[in-house]
């Protein structure tokens, strides 16, 4: 008989699997376990789920008794009905087509494979496992959700009312007609009722709050305040008390907005501080002394490390200097009394003070961060806030909507907002005008955005490679203002090529007060957690000017780690998108599992924020509900801790298909539009027979 060294490798499996096949087969009743090759292998340990059930790597780990399968998830939310919904004749998106033969655009979403995460548990970075790689070999000929919907569908709010009321009827002022006789709108107040879409509720949020609602007749809750002959009621003893007090600040007077249109505003700070550039400007006032605009030594280090070219302003710009400034004989005379702002220059050590240590930082968020649902995360105990970001040439051009993404809440106790630009005197005049025309705590300069649109121009994430011009902007930004300037960053543009360190050092120097950085690249995304390690050593190297550290903070363990690295303070992000109430389970040291009731009504909450700030009539109805289904976007992957296997959830885990403890909670872990739709109705309504919506991203919604 052969030693037992000689046997051939296929008879020594043979060997090893036999006592497994005939204890299974001797013992009555019990299960043969067999693996996705045909072979038989041992039973699952204790404690883990059975072949089928398991969950793949990237997934958040969910009691198996909440567990389901895709179909019937969906199947379940068809065959409940909830008695709270008022929903029409929308489709959910089972069907590819509507009662009007159309196609339904939220059907086409179909499931993208497993997004490839590099997940680090145990210090470790974690892999796919070898089913999921094989899955996204066979869907290789089917593209990938993923990107922004650039393309997607957005119809004009304006447009869901085919009659509309002129805005002279609807302040009951009719003898005076905005547009007199070349007026297209109804004048009719009789006529337009007749067509107008039926109310949605008794009572106004702002009427109720303020004791008059401006949008009168239009109003989709107008049967709260209106009179005799549609005329509208007001609550006078209510009207006085919020007299002088504004509950919205920093709008965009028409008196400034035509001035900005027609360029007839003076930016004499900024014009003296292009001009040490080597920058003349039309219209310039010299003189006064300004900040030292030369490169710093740093900053020339790390662009010739980059392979930039460095050349000294003072070489570069001297005989443009020469003649830029006149003498000092012949400046300006003034007469009269005059304020020492307009002759001494203030120190950095004079501005005003930014103390956030500690403070819970909400990150300023695009599309989902507005002023409704800053409210919403104040309320919950967020301690500072800051506005989406705005671009600084559109400011500068008067654009309305870019100007609202600076409006700030009377409960925003510390504002700031946020610019983006690419060049020193852009960013300069922005930062000189906002100066003059808002009221913020601190200016933030965004330099880690990291889309295509923003950086191509050499925005964003791409100041990190452009030294010079980075550190132009912030040292012309910290002459002008008045308050506090602070920096957002990220590691570096490159995966693996780390800036920040090289950077930070350069920052105080500079004129920065705080400095905030995420602890990701520009290419590496999201798919990779925050290098909260990185963060450890740039706090070191920016002391003692602050460092704020952010990146994969949704508990208030993750708040803690972070803090343990010597950060001053954390900001927030998806973490506040996903659960808006993570303010309050850092500042009480616990984990809040929170009912579908009691998010039902912060939804609420929501929905009578967006109305008291976007209006009540129709257009601001649609505007609420479009926010409303961008932020449902996000909420939607929180799963309640009532359902994890442990605590806390993962930021970067996705949700696997679950049946809550109830309808409502069921409901809101869907990701597919048409759910999301039911849930605005449930709150707003039913949505416009032409209501179509597509989240921002590509892989946030699929049925």
Request: glycine share 8%; charged share 25%; proline share 6%.
């Amino acid at each position: 008989m052969r030693p037992a060294e000689d046997i051939y490798p296929a008879h020594r499996v043979f060997l090893l699997l036999l006592p497994v096949v005939l204890s299974s087969r001797l013992v009555p009743g019990q299960p043969a376990w067999r693996d996705c090759g045909g072979g038989v292998s041992a039973p699952p340990p204790p404690g883990r789920k059975p072949p089928g059930m398991e969950v793949p790597t990237g997934v958040a780990p969910i009691r198996t008794q909440y567990l389901t399968t895709k179909e019937e998830f969906h199947a379940h939310l068809e065959k409940e009905d909830d008695p709270r919904s008022n929903k029409g004749d929308i489709d959910n998106g089972g069907g590819d087509e509507d009662d009007d033969g159309k196609k339904d655009i939220n059907s086409d979403l179909m499931e993208p494979p497993s997004k490839l995460q590099k997940l680090e548990e145990d210090g470790k970075e974690g892999s796919l496992p070898e089913e999921a790689v094989e899955e996204l070999k066979k869907s290789s000929g089917r593209k990938r959700a993923r990107g922004q919907n650039k393309n997607r569908p957005c119809m004009n709010p304006m447009h869901y009312e085919k009659h509309r009321l002129c805005p002279s009827i609807i302040q009951e002022r009719a003898e005076k007609c905005f547009f007199g006789s070349q007026c297209r709108f109804l004048h009719d107040v009789k006529e337009y009722m007749a067509t107008k879409l039926p109310d949605l509720g008794d009572s106004c949020v702002l009427f109720k709050n303020f004791g008059r609602c401006m949008y009168g007749v239009t109003c989709r809750f107008s049967g709260a305040h209106l009179g005799k002959d549609y005329r509208n009621v007001v609550n006078v003893d209510l009207l006085k008390q919020w007299e002088g007090k504004p509950v919205v600040r920093n709008s965009l007077s028409k008196e400034l907005q035509q001035q900005l249109r027609k360029k007839k505003v003076a930016f004499e700070k900024s014009h003296q501080y292009l001009r040490c550039l080597g920058k003349p400007s039309r219209g310039a006032v010299g003189g006064n002394d300004v900040a030292n605009c030369s490169l710093s030594k740093g900053s020339a280090e790390v662009a010739r490390e980059e392979g930039l070219e460095v050349v000294s302003v003072s070489e570069r710009e001297e005989s443009a200097l020469e003649g830029a400034c006149p003498p000092a004989d012949l400046a300006v005379k003034t007469a009269g009394a005059i304020t020492d702002e307009d002759i001494v220059k203030l120190r950095p050590c004079e501005k005003k003070k930014l103390d956030l240590q500690g403070k819970l930082y909400l990150a300023p968020l695009t599309t989902c961060g507005n002023l409704p649902f800053r409210r919403i995360c104040k309320r919950f105990g967020a301690d500072v806030t800051c506005g989406e970001m705005a671009v600084c040439t559109n400011l500068l051009q008067g654009q309305s909507s870019e100007w609202a993404l600076l409006k700030r809440h009377y409960t925003e106790d510390l504002f700031g907002v946020q610019l983006e630009g690419a060049f020193p005197d852009t960013m300069t005049k922005c930062a000189e005008l906002l100066n003059q025309a808002i009221e913020v705590d601190f200016v933030d300069i965004n330099v880690g955005c990291p889309i295509d649109l923003v950086y191509k121009k050499g925005g964003g994430c791409a100041l990190m490679s452009r030294t010079n011009k980075f550190e132009q902007i912030v040292r012309g930004m910290s002459t002008v203002l008045d308050v506090p300037l602070t920096v957002k960053i990220r590691t570096g543009v490159q995966e693996k090529v780390n800036l920040a360190h090289k950077i930070i050092p350069n920052l105080r120097e500079w004129g920065a007060s705080l400095v905030t950085l995420h602890g990701r690249s520009r290419e590496q995304r999201y798919t990779k957690g925050a290098d909260w390690e990185y963060i450890a050593e740039c706090a070191k190297l920016a002391s003692p000017m602050p460092l704020f550290g952010n990146g994969d903070i949704l508990s208030y363990e993750d708040a803690n780690r972070a803090m343990q690295t010597g950060v001053s303070g954390i900001m927030i992000a998806r973490g506040a998108l996903i659960k808006p109430w993570i303010f309050t389970e850092i500042k009480e040291q616990r984990h809040w599992d929170i009912s579908s009731s009691e998010r039902l009504d912060l939804l609420k909450d929501f929905t009578s924020y967006g109305l008291e700030h976007w209006g009540s009539d129709t257009q601001g109805v649609e505007k609420t509900r479009k926010f409303l289904l961008e932020w449902l976007s996000f909420l939607c992957r929180y799963i309640p801790a009532g359902l994890l296997e442990r605590l806390p959830q993962r930021i970067n885990e996705r949700p696997p298909y679950y049946l809550g403890r109830d309808y409502l909670e069921t409901l809101m872990a869907s990701q597919n539009v048409g759910d999301w739709i039911k849930i605005s109705e449930m709150l707003l309504g039913p949505v416009p027979a032409s209501f179509t919506f597509l989240p921002k991203h590509k892989a946030n919604s699929y049925k």
